[in-house]
């Protein structure tokens, strides 16, 4: 037997694993997404490209696809600065650093619906504590459609900065310490050791960091599900919420299902984009 | 030995079917004895009931043993746990409680059993008719009335009484008892009306009930959207006036049931929109407004009358594919039986859906707002009825709530929502 034999024998598990329960589902979502389905009127018939053509015109879908992006955009950008940052200090310091690194775990470890619970009463206008240390001014945080989608990234950050700054501390603690002295002695020193040593070491762990959180918040649907709901007017209505709505609330397979078509290859083009940087970045370092 | 790769592609498929299959295999053959599974919302409240009245079923019918499982806690998952597990072939239940807004859509899947064989009509008459008429579809009835919720108007009596005033009967005199006592109380923590603008199906209600009261309907009778364009226009402009004018906090447009009743719980506002289960939290021991509640009627605008409150509730149904038609037949009207009824409203202070026990003398020496409760429901309305009103909701919802937070005007909402409702029917209707 060659070993290439043996080797698809090994992975043939994994493969039809794999292929039962993802490219199989997805291939059938993509058959769904071509027709009218609304199981509760009986209704399946062939729609072709008319889903898809509906949704060029659907201003919620784009509604939806604006508020992913700004969100997505704005909580990984922000969870990616904060995350290293904190990591930097966490390397700083050394008194309380296990106590610091538990109650950063805490944050991540939470379901993010009991995250988004908190922040619910968190951001009550009238007795939540954001308002409270805002001195006690009534700001309407979730109804109000400018402020939602902001305070909806802040709960993000909240619970996913965590995730990056452990990234960037595991890769910072493998930094020997005798590239810093080194660079002292070269009279490197403050930020330079940071753009010469630090900042190129960090870099390949921080755009891994930066594509799980960038898939992850493309897909962002728990925090306002839960805290918003969508709302108010529709301002804070993801595409996964979207699509959820009409595939599960209101039962429009076909169409729901185009939906999640488009996600998907939203999401994949991301993906592929990233991992194109990734490679690029291996083969130059 | 080339071709082995391709039998470990079949296999694994193959195995992980057996395993699937092979836990489906508890069903009780013949001469067993018969399982039926209830599927339910847990029940909350100071003591639950259920097991004691399903002991009691137990014990009438030997050899049938029920169990019960209880749903997630989120009404939107236990949608669609039931629409997932009716469409995908033979569900794991036989009796299932079900929103009484999902009625129509379940009978019109033909997911529930026709009920209207197994129950007299005198049964059906028991019950509120606005419990009733969601649960009848082309004439045939499809589910039985369990538990019963009416939208209602809280106010502190207390400080009503303190300046001359009655519960208001026009929202124009709730606005105006709202400015008196707020300006004599002068106390800036202390808010006018909470209701729940979130964009939800709550936010949906309170819009509905905006309607009602100013005699408009969300379908005519053919289910045509906004029959009356202007008196809608008119009540969505004083929803939206409330928070303009300050009569209503500006949050109430991100506020649910919760984050109502709180605030109003902790004395914190003069009146309240919401269902009747707050009420008992109110007079709890150690609630600051205990002794100090009144419920009214929901008041009108210019064109509706008095009391036009949503109705909402559990029903119970029938799986279409159950194996033990009869039997599940006679545990959901064994539930929603009047002995069955009175245990819960003992034990687990929900309301009743029949009339007659909020008369019931043992019971309202238990609970002494059930009487004035008994008017409430019946001026009620159920919302829409029609398989399509979780659609109808869910499309609405971001317009309503645009006018809600003042980003769209009243005029281009009904516009919008009618002409994207116009195309959902479309898509429906071929």
Not at chain 1, 105 to 124: C, D, G, I, N, R
Not at chain 2, 156 to 172: C, H, M, N, S, V
Request: net charge neutral.
């Amino acid at each position: 037997m060659t070993d290439r034999r043996l080797a698809w024998i090994l992975l043939a598990p994994a493969l039809a694993v794999l292929g039962g329960l993802t490219v199989y589902p997805a291939l059938w979502v993509l058959w769904l997404s071509l027709q009218y389905r609304v199981p509760v009127f009986s209704i399946s018939r062939w729609a072709g490209l008319e889903h898809y053509a509906f949704l060029a015109v659907d201003t919620r879908f784009w509604n939806a696809a604006w508020v992913t992006g700004v969100f997505t955009a704005c909580s990984v950008a922000l969870e990616c600065a904060l995350g290293l940052a904190l990591a930097l200090g966490l390397r700083g310091q050394h008194r309380g650093r296990r106590m610091a690194l538990a109650l950063l775990l805490l944050a991540w470890a939470l379901p993010s619906v009991v995250t988004a619970k908190m922040f619910e009463w968190l951001y009550h206008p009238a007795g939540g504590l954001v308002n409270f240390l805002a001195g006690g001014r009534t700001i309407n945080w979730l109804g109000d459609p400018d402020l939602a989608l902001p305070a909806l990234i802040a709960a993000d950050v909240w619970r996913a900065t965590p995730f990056v700054t452990l990234l960037c501390f595991a890769r910072l603690l493998t930094i020997p310490a005798d590239l810093y002295e080194a660079a002292q002695v070269d009279g490197a020193a403050g930020l330079q050791a940071f753009t010469r040593i630090t900042w190129p070491l960090v870099r390949p762990i921080l755009l891994v960091a930066l594509l799980f959180r960038t898939l992850d918040a493309l897909r962002a649907f728990d925090i306002m599900f839960v805290l918003t709901g969508g709302g108010p007017a529709g301002a804070t209505e993801t595409l996964t919420v979207y699509a959820y709505r009409t595939l599960f609330q209101t039962l429009q397979i076909g169409f729901g299902s185009a939906i999640g078509v488009v996600v998907f290859a939203f999401v994949m083009v991301v993906a592929v984009a990233y991992l194109w940087v990734i490679n690029r970045q291996d083969q130059t370092a | 030995m080339a071709r082995r790769p391709a039998r470990a592609v079949l296999l694994v498929p193959l195995l992980l079917l057996m395993l699937i299959v092979g836990g489906c295999g508890e069903r009780a053959g013949s001469g067993a004895p018969v399982t039926l599974v209830f599927k339910h919302a847990k029940i909350l409240g100071p003591a639950d009931p259920l097991p004691d009245l399903l002991q009691r079923f137990e014990a009438r019918h030997p050899g049938v043993r029920v169990q019960s499982e209880a749903l997630t806690w989120s009404s939107d998952e236990q949608h669609q746990f039931y629409v997932i597990n009716l469409e995908g072939g033979s569900p794991p239940f036989d009796v299932m409680m079900l929103d009484v807004i999902w009625v129509p859509e379940f009978a019109r899947a033909g997911w529930i059993l026709d009920l209207t064989p197994f129950v007299p009509a005198a049964e059906r008459d028991a019950h509120f008719p606005a419990a009733i008429e969601p649960a009848v579809q082309s004439g045939r009835l499809w589910a039985l009335p369990w538990i019963m919720n009416v939208g209602l108007l809280y106010y502190r009596r207390d400080l009503l009484a303190k300046y001359g005033f009655t519960p208001p009967e026009t929202y124009e005199a709730l606005a105006a008892q709202v400015r008196r006592i707020r300006s004599g109380e002068g106390d800036p923590r202390l808010d006018g009306y909470l209701w729940q603008g979130k964009q939800y199906e709550g936010g949906m209600v309170n819009v509905l009930e905006a309607l009602w009261a100013n005699g408009a309907r969300l379908l005519d009778d053919v289910g045509r959207p906004f029959p009356d364009r202007e008196r809608a226009r008119e009540s969505l402009a004083f929803l939206r006036g409330l928070i303009e004018s300050g009569v209503s906090p500006a949050w109430v447009t991100a506020a649910d049931e919760e984050l109502t009743r709180r605030p109003f719980g902790d004395g914190r506002a003069i009146f309240l929109r919401n269902w009747p289960y707050a009420l008992d939290l109110f007079e709890l021991p150690d609630s600051r407004v205990r002794g100090k509640v009144g419920v009214a009627p929901l008041p009108r605008l210019r064109h509706g009358p008095v009391g036009a409150a949503s109705t909402g509730g559990a029903h119970l149904a029938v799986s279409a594919r159950t194996r033990h038609q009869a039997l599940a037949v006679d545990l959901a009207r064994f539930l929603t039986s009047e002995a069955a009824q009175r245990a819960m409203t003992e034990g687990a202070a929900l309301r009743p859906s029949r009339p007659s026990l909020y008369q019931d003398a043992a019971l309202v020496a238990r609970d002494p707002s059930l009487p004035a409760l008994l008017g409430l429901m019946e001026k009620g309305h159920p919302r829409p009825i029609t398989p399509y009103y979780l659609m109808l909701s869910t499309t609405l919802q971001p317009e309503f709530s645009a006018v809600l937070v003042g980003r769209k005007s009243p005029d281009g909402a009904i516009r919008d929502g009618a002409a994207q409702v116009e195309h959902l029917l479309r898509a429906i209707t071929p």
